[in-house]
């Protein structure tokens, strides 16, 4: 299982979607690529999947190019790109067998398949018409047949987009068990999704790779060391005056709550909240963002102001 894009770049006139993208992911895992929107995130997914050619540059699956030989490239492949649309007149049932046979896969497996993802992905009643699903019951259909062939490589353009925090969920903990022996390339801006399903992140802006790396590595580089604290009250001028001295000082601090820098020792945690609780009545004390969400702000921060 091995995914190689390598001096990848993408021109539309004199606009470059891609511009000189290159990495390598080999074994089971799974792998975030985060950007804001139209950042290059999906242009690189339809090159990796031959929906897209790549103006310069090779992409890879398990060693094969995807542009030359895309048919032996794609055979152990599952993808769902932008927002899939099947045939409204099919039932969840006949859709999955449809894909199902469109892959070669026999009768008895697709039935198989079809229990299992009934469970797992809590689809909706298989007798249902597509075409009147709610669009999270469609993408967990979409999704079903993207896995029906049991695909090594799993390749997801932003899978959670427009879902209820329900809806996500079932992705998250499918994703989770699916990574740890397929591999899987999963396109996002959604911080929390990233951080609670993949080992590696990539992060692209403007077509360009801006950094890559483990999310535990990437993550420590860029942690703010701050802590929220919540007060029961506003924050008056007085608390602003006296948190101004606490710790290695007040971020910001607006309605009930404060933000204060310090240095990530566990020692400067408890005695900022040992001065903190001496000024007002404290209903919640936690970190101040994700690791990875500072990550994410200092690095496309950096490329903005660049």
């Known amino acids: 299982m091995e995914i190689t894009f390598n001096k990848v770049t993408k021109k539309y006139s004199k606009f470059m979607a891609l511009d000189d993208v290159s990495f390598n992911y080999n074994g089971h895992g799974a ?12 242009t690189t997914l339809k090159v990796m999947t031959n929906l897209l050619r790549p103006s310069e540059g090779t992409a890879e699956l398990n060693g094969i190019d995807v ?23 099919l ?15 026999d009768r008895k497996t697709i039935h198989s398949k ?9 689809l909706p009643p298989l007798t249902s018409k597509m075409g009147q699903l709610s669009k999270g019951q469609r993408q967990r259909a979409v999704f079903a047949s993207v896995l029906i062939s049991d695909p090594d490589i799993i390749i997801l353009d932003e899978p959670t987009s427009g879902l209820d925090p329900f ?27 990233v951080a609670e ?3 590696d992140v990539v992060f692209i802006n403007h077509g ?41 000082g007040l971020v910001r601090a607006e309605g009930r709550t404060a933000v204060i820098k310090f240095s990530g020792s566990e020692v400067d945690r408890a005695k ?6 001496k000024l007002a009545p404290i209903i919640s004390y936690t970190s101040y963002g994700s690791d990875l969400e500072s990550a994410y702000l200092s690095i496309l921060g950096e490329k903005k102001s660049s």
């Open 31 to 42: 792998i975030g690529y985060l950007g804001p929107n139209g950042a290059g995130k999906t």
């Open 67 to 89: 542009n030359r030989h895309p048919k032996k490239a794609l055979q152990n492949v599952g993808s769902m790109i932008e927002t899939p649309v099947p045939y409204p007149f």
């Open 91 to 105: 039932t969840v049932k006949e859709s999955l067998e449809f894909v199902g046979e469109l892959r070669g896969v």
């Open 114 to 122: 079809i229990d299992e993802f009934y469970d797992g992905l809590k």
């Open 167 to 193: 809806e996500r969920k079932i992705f998250r903990d499918f994703i989770l068990e699916l990574k740890k022996t397929k591999l899987v390339f999963l396109s996002s801006h959604i911080l929390s999704e």
């Open 197 to 199: 399903t993949c080992d």
């Open 208 to 248: 360009k790779i801006l950094k890559q790396g483990k999310i535990g590595e990437v993550s420590q580089e860029f942690n703010t060391n701050a802590v929220s604290i919540e007060f029961l009250r506003p924050v008056d001028d007085n608390i602003i005056k006296n948190l101004q001295s606490i710790g290695n």
């Open 272 to 277: 900022i909240l040992e001065d903190a609780v």
